[in-house]
């Protein structure tokens, strides 16, 4: 069974970098069958969807937060990652990761605890 | 893009079967049959329970079926335990790549 565990700073000022890692163990990351993705949900709020990986390297991101974004994956370290630029408040969340069971259709069955990311100075 | 459209609340008494709509559009949830649905308890991590709009995602109870007509999906929860208590997020797949989640609906055991 999969195991994913997130891991980062939990306090990062405004305008500066957040990156997370999402280690995975218990299967492979370079499994052809599943995408890799990063999920958020702001406090008391909803789940935003960031974006996926596959093990090749492909990336989709949400629109909304592409010009500010990197997914990255390191197979050796069956580790993937995230980068999010420029931080303001509202990136203010609990960040998951998670295995899409599909090519990019979900679900996501397996998932991180969550890492709380607070934007603050 | 906007996220799905959930009730933001829905109760109902154990042993009743209440409805969860996600109301989407033609450029999602009507044109993709890849709804899937999460159940998150407070200080978890959402877990998936319906995917491919209607199919039961491994060990989850028959108590649990959904359907899709036109741009909104149905999830139901029928014999209503207090264990149901929790949010319940619909996503979709909107292509090419991107997935679209609802903003959650907070289901209350009377």
């Known amino acids: 069974q999969p195991l994913l565990q997130e891991s980062g700073p939990g306090l990062v000022k405004p305008s500066e970098t957040l990156s997370l890692t999402c280690a995975v163990s218990g299967a492979s990351i370079n499994n052809s069958n599943n995408y890799w993705v990063w999920i958020r949900q702001p406090p008391g709020r909803g789940l935003e969807w960031i974006g996926s990986i596959y093990y090749r390297g492909n990336t989709y991101y949400n629109p909304s937060l592409k010009s500010r974004l990197t997914i990255s994956i390191d197979t050796s370290k069956s580790q993937f990652s995230l980068r999010l630029t420029s931080v303001i408040a509202a990136d203010t969340a609990v960040y998951f990761c998670?295995?899409?069971?599909?090519?990019?259709?979900?679900?996501?069955?397996?998932w991180g605890q969550g890492a709380l990311v607070t934007v603050s100075s | 893009q906007s996220a799905l459209t959930q009730p933001a609340s829905v109760s109902g008494s154990p042993g009743q079967s209440i409805t969860i709509s996600c109301t989407g559009t033609?450029?999602?949830?009507?044109?993709?049959?890849?709804v899937c649905w999460y159940q998150q308890h407070p200080g978890k991590a959402p877990k998936a329970i319906i995917y491919a709009v209607t199919t039961k995602a491994s060990g989850i109870s028959n108590r649990f079926s959904a359907s899709k007509s036109g741009n909104t999906a149905s999830l139901t929860i029928s014999g209503l335990q207090a264990e149901d208590e929790a949010d319940y997020y619909c996503?979709?797949?909107?292509?090419?790549?991107?997935?679209?989640f609802g903003g959650g609906t907070k289901v209350t055991v009377l």
């Open positions: 033609s450029s999602d949830v009507g044109a993709y049959d890849y």
């Open positions: 998670a295995r899409d069971e599909t090519h990019l259709h979900g679900p996501y069955a397996y």
């Open positions: 996503s979709s797949y909107t292509g090419p790549g991107l997935m679209l």
